[in-house]
């Protein structure tokens, strides 16, 4: 599996992006989809995930970003979205989606060591 991140860039505080992850092989939709990052002289972090059956009660975010960050997926076109509102300077990151094949529970969603696949890497920087 071959995942390609984009839709990085620059944007201001309170501004909007969104983040798109294609994936190629396999049947994605069973697979699960999620979202790190990592800042500068900081560990990587979970984001959000989105677990095998892609509903709405089966996704997860961290506490920082529940309520302005947004993970959806097109199984059609093996691709995840991330739509990150509200942006702060604190959410200036790489961000990587990461997937695998396995079903996890919730609390193995967040743990990044649970995928196989990584895409390279999407820089969002959150400045005035």
């Known amino acids: 599996v071959q995942l390609q991140a984009s839709g990085g860039g620059l944007v201001q505080p309170g501004g909007s992006l969104r983040l798109t992850c294609a994936a190629s092989g396999r049947t994605f939709s069973q697979y699960t989809l999620s979202w790190f990052r990592q800042a500068p002289g900081m560990e990587r972090e979970f984001v959000s995930g989105?677990?095998?059956?892609?509903?709405?009660?089966?996704?997860a975010y961290a506490d920082s970003v529940k309520g302005r960050f947004t993970i959806s997926r097109d199984n059609a076109k093996n691709t995840v979205y991330l739509q990150m509102n509200s942006l702060k300077s604190e959410d200036t990151a790489v961000y990587y989606c990461?997937?695998?094949?396995?079903?996890?529970?919730?609390?193995?969603?967040?743990?990044?060591?649970?995928?196989?696949?990584w895409g390279q890497g999407t820089l969002v920087t959150v400045s005035s």
């Open positions: 990461a997937v695998t094949p396995r079903r996890l529970i919730t609390s193995e969603v967040r743990r990044g060591d649970n995928y196989d696949y």
């Open positions: 989105l677990r095998r059956s892609g509903g709405g009660g089966d996704s």
